[in-house]
T-cell receptor
Framework: DADVTQTPRNRITKTGKRIMLECSQT?????MYWYRQDPGLGLQLIYY???????NKGEISDGYSVSRQAQAKFSLSLESAIPNQTALYFC??????????FGPGTRLTVL | AQSVTQPDIHITVSEGASLELRCNYS??????LFWYVQSPGQGLQLLLK??????LVQGIKGFEAEFKRSQSSFNLRKPSVHWSDAAEYFC????????????FGSGTRLSIRP
């Protein structure tokens, strides 16, 4: 089984809808991250969490929120989706040295 | 500000040719260094990493990278590329002192010419 799993893998939704992307990990890491990837822009950090009680904004947190339900679970929400949030979203975990372990990604399309 | 620069957005090489992808970082001290690869439609996979010690590190799929402190560089190399190496490559850096969040370069897309 994969160390980092993301659900759903693909999602098409409409403008204004609330969307939740879920991430689970079996690495036992405290640190978890959400990234967004757009073509030609690399990875942009949305939110990160260094433990269950720690949530931090990344570079592009506007329009997003997160919840760290447990050490193994970190979910990303779009409260009211808009078309420019169409992107590939990755969850990752890391050890204390920062080496990242990525999930397979969720392709989100907002119409 | 901390930054990671991959100056080449897109590189095309012939199959069997050698490859070097460039990565430079701006930090005062030696950070932890990583190279990741992303095949089309896939997630990111770690190719190799440098924490300390020997400045030439070996990774998976025949890749290697060399850390050069004087040049603040961590270039990725492969002596002979295969068509399956076509992908996006990301250099990444974590600052040693606090193991803070990782900083990614913007990526280099590698195409292979038959």
């Amino acid at each position: 089984d994969a160390d980092v799993t993301q659900t759903p893998r693909n999602r098409i939704t409409k403008t204004g809808k609330r969307i939740m992307l879920e991430c689970s990990q079996t690495k036992g890491h405290d640190r978890m991250y959400w990234y967004r990837q757009d073509p030609g822009l690399g990875l942009q950090l949305i939110y990160y969490s260094f433990d269950v009680k720690d949530i931090n904004k990344g570079e592009i947190s506007d329009g997003y929120s997160v919840s760290r339900q447990a050490q193994a679970k970190f979910s990303l929400s779009l409260e009211s989706a808009i078309p420019n949030q169409t992107a590939l979203y990755f969850c990752a975990t890391s050890d204390l040295r920062g080496e990242q372990f990525f999930g397979p990604g969720t392709r989100l399309t907002v119409l | 500000a901390q930054s990671v620069t991959q100056p080449d957005i897109h590189i095309t090489v012939s199959e069997g040719a050698s490859l070097e992808l460039r990565c430079n970082y701006s930090y005062g001290a030696t950070p932890y260094l990583f190279w990741y690869v992303q095949s089309p439609g896939q997630g990111l996979q770690l190719l190799l990493k440098y924490f300390s010690g020997d400045t030439l590190v070996q990774g998976i799929k025949g890749f290697e990278a060399e850390f050069k402190r004087s040049q603040s560089s961590f270039n990725l190399r492969k002596p002979s590329v295969h068509w399956s190496d076509a992908a996006e490559y990301f250099c990444a850096v974590v600052r040693y002192s606090s193991a803070s969040k990782i900083i990614f370069g913007s990526g280099t897309r590698l195409s292979i010419r038959p």
